[in-house]
Protein backbone atom coordinates (compact mmCIF):
# COMPACT_ATOMS: atom_id res chain seq x y z
CA UNK A 1 0.00 0.00 0.00
CA UNK A 2 1.72 3.45 -0.54
CA UNK A 3 1.33 5.55 2.32
CA UNK A 4 3.96 8.07 0.96
CA UNK A 5 4.26 9.14 -3.16
CA UNK A 6 6.69 11.08 -4.46
CA UNK A 7 6.05 14.31 -5.51
CA UNK A 8 4.42 15.08 -9.33
CA UNK A 9 4.17 18.56 -10.58
CA UNK A 10 0.68 17.28 -9.63
CA UNK A 11 1.06 17.14 -5.80
CA UNK A 12 4.44 18.64 -5.08
CA UNK A 13 4.39 20.47 -1.96
CA UNK A 14 7.81 22.69 -2.17
CA UNK A 15 10.06 19.92 -2.15
CA UNK A 16 8.45 17.67 0.14
CA UNK A 17 5.94 14.83 -0.40
CA UNK A 18 2.43 14.25 -0.81
CA UNK A 19 0.90 12.05 2.10
CA UNK A 20 -1.21 9.57 1.02
CA UNK A 21 -2.45 7.20 3.91
CA UNK A 22 -5.18 4.58 1.96
CA UNK A 23 -5.74 3.78 5.86
CA UNK A 24 -8.01 6.93 6.08
CA UNK A 25 -10.99 7.34 5.20
CA UNK A 26 -12.12 7.73 1.74
CA UNK A 27 -13.80 10.48 0.89
CA UNK A 28 -15.99 11.24 -2.38
CA UNK A 29 -15.11 14.25 -4.15
CA UNK A 30 -18.72 14.86 -5.48
CA UNK A 31 -19.48 17.36 -2.26
CA UNK A 32 -22.22 19.92 -3.00
CA UNK A 33 -20.52 22.36 0.14
CA UNK A 34 -19.72 25.28 -1.34
CA UNK A 35 -16.10 24.77 -1.50
CA UNK A 36 -15.71 22.04 -3.49
CA UNK A 37 -14.39 23.06 -6.67
CA UNK A 38 -12.94 21.56 -9.29
CA UNK A 39 -9.81 19.54 -8.53
CA UNK A 40 -8.48 17.98 -5.57
CA UNK A 41 -8.88 18.66 -1.94
CA UNK A 42 -5.62 20.79 -1.62
CA UNK A 43 -6.99 22.63 -4.21
CA UNK A 44 -10.56 23.62 -2.60
CA UNK A 45 -8.47 24.61 0.55
CA UNK A 46 -6.21 26.56 -1.43
CA UNK A 47 -9.38 28.46 -3.17
CA UNK A 48 -10.88 28.97 -0.10
CA UNK A 49 -7.80 30.34 1.75
CA UNK A 50 -7.41 33.08 -0.57
CA UNK A 51 -11.20 33.67 -0.70
CA UNK A 52 -11.54 34.19 2.86
CA UNK A 53 -8.39 35.65 3.63
CA UNK A 54 -8.82 38.27 0.95
CA UNK A 55 -5.74 37.59 -1.29
CA UNK A 56 -3.95 37.23 1.86
CA UNK A 57 -5.09 40.88 3.06
CA UNK A 58 -6.16 39.47 6.13
CA UNK A 59 -5.69 37.01 8.82
CA UNK A 60 -6.13 33.24 8.11
CA UNK A 61 -7.90 31.47 11.43
CA UNK A 62 -7.42 27.71 10.28
CA UNK A 63 -7.67 24.32 12.06
CA UNK A 64 -8.27 20.54 11.64
CA UNK A 65 -11.88 19.19 12.56
CA UNK A 66 -12.33 15.69 11.62
CA UNK A 67 -16.11 13.87 13.03
CA UNK A 68 -15.13 13.05 16.42
CA UNK A 69 -14.19 16.88 17.09
CA UNK A 70 -17.53 18.26 15.83
CA UNK A 71 -19.07 18.72 18.94
CA UNK A 72 -15.61 20.67 20.25
CA UNK A 73 -16.05 22.70 16.71
CA UNK A 74 -19.61 23.94 17.54
CA UNK A 75 -19.36 24.81 21.05
CA UNK A 76 -16.08 26.90 19.84
CA UNK A 77 -18.57 28.85 17.62
CA UNK A 78 -21.11 29.08 20.06
CA UNK A 79 -18.17 31.18 22.42
CA UNK A 80 -17.05 32.89 19.55
CA UNK A 81 -20.03 34.06 17.79
CA UNK A 82 -20.34 37.54 18.95
CA UNK A 83 -16.63 38.46 18.54
CA UNK A 84 -16.38 39.49 15.06
CA UNK A 85 -14.24 36.38 13.75
CA UNK A 86 -16.65 33.96 11.82
CA UNK A 87 -15.83 35.41 8.69
CA UNK A 88 -12.29 34.74 8.70
CA UNK A 89 -12.58 31.05 10.04
CA UNK A 90 -11.37 27.85 7.48
CA UNK A 91 -12.78 24.52 9.17
CA UNK A 92 -11.38 21.67 7.20
CA UNK A 93 -12.73 18.50 7.94
CA UNK A 94 -12.12 14.99 6.96
CA UNK A 95 -16.14 14.13 5.57
CA UNK A 96 -18.27 16.01 3.55
CA UNK A 97 -21.10 15.52 5.83
CA UNK A 98 -19.03 17.65 8.57
CA UNK A 99 -18.23 19.83 6.25
CA UNK A 100 -22.10 20.48 5.59
CA UNK A 101 -23.61 20.47 9.15
CA UNK A 102 -21.00 22.87 9.64
CA UNK A 103 -21.80 25.11 6.76
CA UNK A 104 -25.44 24.77 7.60
CA UNK A 105 -25.59 25.65 11.16
CA UNK A 106 -22.74 28.38 10.86
CA UNK A 107 -22.97 30.14 7.15
CA UNK A 108 -20.36 32.71 8.24
CA UNK A 109 -17.67 30.30 8.58
CA UNK A 110 -16.13 28.22 5.81
CA UNK A 111 -15.69 24.61 5.94
CA UNK A 112 -13.74 22.66 3.52
CA UNK A 113 -13.58 19.02 2.88
CA UNK A 114 -10.15 17.10 2.54
CA UNK A 115 -9.01 13.97 1.76
CA UNK A 116 -6.71 11.96 4.00
CA UNK A 117 -7.83 12.85 7.24
CA UNK A 118 -8.71 10.34 9.59
CA UNK A 119 -12.14 9.83 11.12
CA UNK A 120 -12.84 9.41 14.75
CA UNK A 121 -10.92 9.94 18.42
CA UNK A 122 -6.95 10.00 17.62
CA UNK A 123 -4.96 10.30 20.37
CA UNK A 124 -2.01 12.32 20.76
CA UNK A 125 1.41 10.38 20.10
CA UNK A 126 -0.62 7.68 18.64
CA UNK A 127 0.06 6.85 14.97
CA UNK A 128 -3.56 8.24 13.82
CA UNK A 129 -2.82 11.80 15.61
CA UNK A 130 0.37 11.68 13.97
CA UNK A 131 -0.94 11.15 10.54
CA UNK A 132 -3.41 13.69 11.18
CA UNK A 133 -0.94 16.15 11.92
CA UNK A 134 1.46 15.16 8.71
CA UNK A 135 -1.99 16.09 6.66
CA UNK A 136 -2.17 19.54 8.95
CA UNK A 137 1.39 20.57 8.03
CA UNK A 138 1.35 20.05 4.22
CA UNK A 139 -2.05 22.24 3.93
CA UNK A 140 -0.38 24.85 6.11
CA UNK A 141 2.72 24.75 3.67
CA UNK A 142 0.69 25.23 0.84
CA UNK A 143 -1.17 28.42 2.20
CA UNK A 144 1.97 29.94 3.40
CA UNK A 145 2.87 30.05 -0.18
CA UNK A 146 0.23 32.07 -1.07
CA UNK A 147 1.73 34.46 1.53
CA UNK A 148 -1.49 34.53 3.87
CA UNK A 149 -0.75 35.04 7.42
CA UNK A 150 -1.95 32.03 9.46
CA UNK A 151 -3.10 31.91 12.82
CA UNK A 152 -3.45 28.22 13.66
CA UNK A 153 -5.83 27.12 16.24
CA UNK A 154 -7.92 23.98 17.45
CA UNK A 155 -11.72 24.15 18.89
CA UNK A 156 -10.87 22.46 22.65
CA UNK A 157 -10.23 25.56 23.63
CA UNK A 158 -12.08 28.83 25.68
CA UNK A 159 -11.84 31.99 24.15
CA UNK A 160 -12.65 34.89 26.59
CA UNK A 161 -11.77 37.56 24.90
CA UNK A 162 -10.48 37.91 21.28
CA UNK A 163 -6.95 37.76 20.65
CA UNK A 164 -6.84 38.41 17.05
CA UNK A 165 -5.42 42.13 17.38
CA UNK A 166 -2.95 41.05 19.95
CA UNK A 167 -1.32 38.48 17.98
CA UNK A 168 -1.14 40.79 15.28
CA UNK A 169 0.48 43.37 16.80
CA UNK A 170 3.41 41.23 17.21
CA UNK A 171 5.95 42.88 14.38
CA UNK A 172 9.61 42.27 13.38
CA UNK A 173 9.08 38.18 14.00
CA UNK A 174 8.31 35.65 11.88
CA UNK A 175 5.93 33.36 14.24
CA UNK A 176 4.06 33.74 17.27
CA UNK A 177 4.04 30.71 19.75
CA UNK A 178 2.77 29.42 22.84
CA UNK A 179 5.05 27.75 24.90
CA UNK A 180 3.71 24.54 27.12
CA UNK A 181 3.43 25.22 31.04
CA UNK A 182 6.17 23.33 33.10
CA UNK A 183 7.90 22.81 29.50
CA UNK A 184 9.30 26.63 28.81
CA UNK A 185 11.33 24.86 25.77
CA UNK A 186 8.41 23.31 24.35
CA UNK A 187 6.09 24.78 21.84
CA UNK A 188 1.89 23.81 21.69
CA UNK A 189 1.88 23.07 18.15
CA UNK A 190 -1.99 23.97 17.87
CA UNK A 191 -1.70 27.20 18.76
CA UNK A 192 0.37 29.44 16.16
CA UNK A 193 0.78 32.53 14.70
CA UNK A 194 2.47 32.45 11.23
CA UNK A 195 3.45 35.15 9.26
CA UNK A 196 4.59 34.01 5.45
CA UNK A 197 8.04 35.19 5.51
CA UNK A 198 10.76 33.52 4.32
CA UNK A 199 12.23 31.77 7.40
CA UNK A 200 8.52 30.64 8.19
CA UNK A 201 8.25 29.15 5.04
CA UNK A 202 11.43 27.60 4.98
CA UNK A 203 11.17 26.18 8.66
CA UNK A 204 7.67 25.19 8.11
CA UNK A 205 9.21 22.92 4.95
CA UNK A 206 11.59 21.26 7.27
CA UNK A 207 8.81 20.47 9.93
CA UNK A 208 6.76 18.59 6.90
CA UNK A 209 9.98 16.63 5.30
CA UNK A 210 10.63 15.48 9.33
CA UNK A 211 7.10 14.53 9.95
CA UNK A 212 6.47 12.85 6.22
CA UNK A 213 9.61 10.47 6.92
CA UNK A 214 7.69 9.87 10.69
CA UNK A 215 4.84 8.73 8.46
CA UNK A 216 7.11 6.57 6.16
CA UNK A 217 8.87 4.84 9.46
CA UNK A 218 4.97 4.37 10.64
CA UNK A 219 2.93 3.61 7.91
CA UNK A 220 2.52 -0.01 8.48
CA UNK A 221 1.17 0.39 11.89
CA UNK A 222 -1.77 0.24 13.25
CA UNK A 223 -3.46 3.80 14.54
CA UNK A 224 -3.60 3.54 18.12
CA UNK A 225 -0.19 2.24 18.31
CA UNK A 226 1.49 4.78 20.73
CA UNK A 227 5.03 6.80 19.02
CA UNK A 228 7.14 8.01 21.26
CA UNK A 229 6.87 11.22 22.64
CA UNK A 230 10.15 12.02 21.26
CA UNK A 231 8.98 12.15 17.73
CA UNK A 232 5.59 14.33 17.21
CA UNK A 233 5.06 17.12 15.24
CA UNK A 234 5.14 19.51 18.83
CA UNK A 235 8.81 18.40 19.63
CA UNK A 236 10.00 19.06 15.63
CA UNK A 237 8.38 22.09 16.36
CA UNK A 238 10.06 23.27 19.23
CA UNK A 239 13.45 22.55 17.84
CA UNK A 240 13.28 24.38 14.75
CA UNK A 241 11.82 27.26 16.47
CA UNK A 242 14.20 27.74 19.41
CA UNK A 243 17.09 26.63 17.13
CA UNK A 244 16.24 29.93 15.24
CA UNK A 245 16.02 27.65 12.14
CA UNK A 246 16.78 29.99 8.66
CA UNK A 247 17.67 32.78 10.58
CA UNK A 248 13.65 32.46 12.10
CA UNK A 249 12.53 35.55 14.66
CA UNK A 250 9.76 34.34 17.37
CA UNK A 251 7.84 35.46 20.03
CA UNK A 252 6.71 33.33 22.89
CA UNK A 253 3.62 34.26 24.55
CA UNK A 254 2.86 34.58 28.37
CA UNK A 255 0.62 31.72 29.89
CA UNK A 256 -0.84 34.44 31.71
CA UNK A 257 -2.36 35.99 28.73
CA UNK A 258 -2.68 32.59 26.58
CA UNK A 259 -2.89 30.15 29.25
CA UNK A 260 -3.44 26.05 29.00
CA UNK A 261 -4.61 22.73 30.84
CA UNK A 262 -2.92 23.93 34.18
CA UNK A 263 -4.70 26.53 34.47
CA UNK A 264 -7.56 24.51 35.76
CA UNK A 265 -5.39 23.00 38.49
CA UNK A 266 -4.21 26.81 39.89
CA UNK A 267 -5.96 27.49 43.24
CA UNK A 268 -8.97 29.91 42.89
CA UNK A 269 -7.26 33.11 43.99
CA UNK A 270 -3.65 32.25 41.48
CA UNK A 271 -6.46 31.91 39.06
CA UNK A 272 -8.66 35.52 39.78
CA UNK A 273 -5.42 37.48 39.53
CA UNK A 274 -5.32 36.42 35.54
CA UNK A 275 -7.42 37.97 32.90
CA UNK A 276 -6.14 35.20 29.85
CA UNK A 277 -7.52 35.79 26.20
CA UNK A 278 -8.01 31.81 26.46
CA UNK A 279 -7.51 28.65 27.72
CA UNK A 280 -6.57 25.61 25.59
CA UNK A 281 -8.37 22.63 26.98
CA UNK A 282 -5.08 20.37 27.34
CA UNK A 283 -3.44 18.46 29.87
CA UNK A 284 -6.12 15.93 29.60
CA UNK A 285 -6.05 12.99 27.36
CA UNK A 286 -9.71 11.44 25.44
CA UNK A 287 -12.32 13.88 24.16
CA UNK A 288 -14.81 12.88 26.68
CA UNK A 289 -12.49 14.07 29.78
CA UNK A 290 -11.69 17.08 28.00
CA UNK A 291 -16.26 17.57 27.36
CA UNK A 292 -16.05 16.70 30.76
CA UNK A 293 -14.04 19.17 32.24
CA UNK A 294 -15.38 22.42 30.22
CA UNK A 295 -18.83 20.89 31.26
CA UNK A 296 -17.35 21.52 35.07
CA UNK A 297 -16.29 24.82 34.50
CA UNK A 298 -18.91 26.14 32.28
CA UNK A 299 -16.73 26.17 29.17
CA UNK A 300 -18.86 24.25 26.96
CA UNK A 301 -21.79 25.56 25.19
CA UNK A 302 -23.40 23.36 23.51
CA UNK A 303 -27.47 21.93 24.78
CA UNK A 304 -27.74 18.69 24.26
CA UNK A 305 -29.85 19.44 21.01
CA UNK A 306 -26.61 21.43 19.65
CA UNK A 307 -27.87 24.55 20.15
CA UNK A 308 -26.13 27.58 21.75
CA UNK A 309 -26.44 28.28 25.69
CA UNK A 310 -26.26 32.07 25.34
CA UNK A 311 -26.49 32.86 29.14
CA UNK A 312 -23.43 30.41 29.72
CA UNK A 313 -21.51 32.18 26.85
CA UNK A 314 -22.15 35.33 28.47
CA UNK A 315 -21.35 34.67 31.62
CA UNK A 316 -17.78 33.89 30.45
CA UNK A 317 -17.34 36.17 27.47
CA UNK A 318 -19.42 39.56 28.43
CA UNK A 319 -19.97 42.12 25.68
CA UNK A 320 -17.34 42.49 23.34
Known sequence: MDYLQPSTNKDKIHGTYSFVNDKMKKISRSSKNAENVEGNGDNRVITAAMRVSKGGQRTLLVTLVNDAFLPFAFSWLCNTQSMGVHNQVLLITGDNESAKKIQEK???VTAVQLEGVHSGHQEYSHVGYVELMVRRSEFILEILAKNIPIFLFEVDCLWIRNPLKNLESYRGVDIVANAVSDKPKVIAGGFLYIHPTGASKQMWRTLTKRLTNLGKKIKNSPDTMIISEMENDQVYLSQLIFSKQSGLRYKILPTADYADG????????RRNKLNPYLINNNWVRGNSAKIKRAKKWGHWFL????????KRVQKIVGPQ
Request: with cysteine.
Open 106 to 108: WPE
Open 262 to 269: KWYTLSKE
Open 303 to 310: KDTDICDR
